[in-house]
C-alpha cells in the first residue's frame, strides 16, 4: 500500500514557541515532512539557532524573533514570512507561560501576563494567519492547550483558565472557518518531559518528580515532545480535513475524555 504525501504542494507553516521544547519538536516533524517552516520564539537568537539546525539537516527554516504578546509584531512577522518563504497555510500555537500561584495571590497582572501569552496571543496569531488561508482556501490550525484545561489543577488557576478558553476558542472557530476549508484543533498535552516541566519539578511543584509520574501513566513512561509533534503532524496533513474542532489528547492515558 503506498502512503499518501502529508500534501500536494509544499506548505508554509509558522510555529510560536517553536525554539525549544514541544514547539521545536513539532517544527522539526513539519520540516521533515517537506514543509518551510517559520519558527516564531520571544527568544529571537534561539529561534535562529533552531531554523539554523533545521536547515543543516537539510530542511526549510528560519527563525524569526516574535513574543505573541505583541500583535504588531505579530503581523510584522507574518508579512515577512509571506514575502520571503510564501503564504502561510498552517499554524500552530504553541508558544506557552506556565505560572504557580495561591488564588488569593494571583495578582491582576499576573492573570492579565498568563491570559495574553496563552489566550490572546493565540487569538492575535490565527487572526493574523487565516486571511491567507482563505485566500489558499485551504488552511490547518492546532493549537497547543493543556491537560491542566481539562482537569484544572492547584495554584493554576489562571492558567487552567486560559488553556480552557484555548479549548472554547478552537471549537468556535472550527465551526467557522470549516467552509472555508480550514480545519482547527486542539492538542492538550500530558505529562510531556520538556525544559517547563523541568524547571517546575526544580521549583518543586510535581510532587516526587517526573519519573515517579510514569508509575500512574498507564502507558508507563513519561510523554516526550515528539509525541506532540507526531499528532500535530497528521492534523495538518491534506487527508486530516474530516477532523476539526476536536480536543485530541496525548497524554498516555493519564486524562480520559
Partial sequence: MSVLPAWSTAPTAIVTGGASGIGLAIAQRFSAEGATVAIFDRNGGAATDAATAITAAGGRATGYGVDVTDRSRIDTAVAEV?????????????????????????????WQEILAVNLTGTFDCCQAVVPHMIDAGWGRIVNISSS?????????????????GVVGFTKALAQELG??????????????????LR???D????????????ATTPVRRVGQPEDIAAACAYLVREEAGYITGQIIGVNGGRTIG
Fill in 203 to 214: 521549583r518543586g511543584f510535581l510532587g516526587p518528580g517526573v519519573q515517579a509520574a510514569e
Fill in 148 to 164: 491542566s484545561a481539562q482537569t484544572g489543577n492547584p495554584l493554576m488557576t489562571h492558567y487552567s483558565a486560559a488553556k480552557a
Fill in 82 to 110: 509571506t514575502r520571503t518563504l510564501g503564504a502561510p497555510t498552517i499554524l500552530v500555537n504553541s508558544a506557552g507561560l506556565d505560572g504557580f500561584e495561591k488564588f488569593l495571590d494571583i495578582s491582576a497582572d499576573s
Fill in 199 to 201: 524547571r517546575t519539578e
Fill in 179 to 196: 467552509p472555508r476549508g480550514i480545519t482547527v484543533n486542539t492538542i492538550p498535552p500530558g505529562f510531556i518531559d520538556t525544559p517547563m
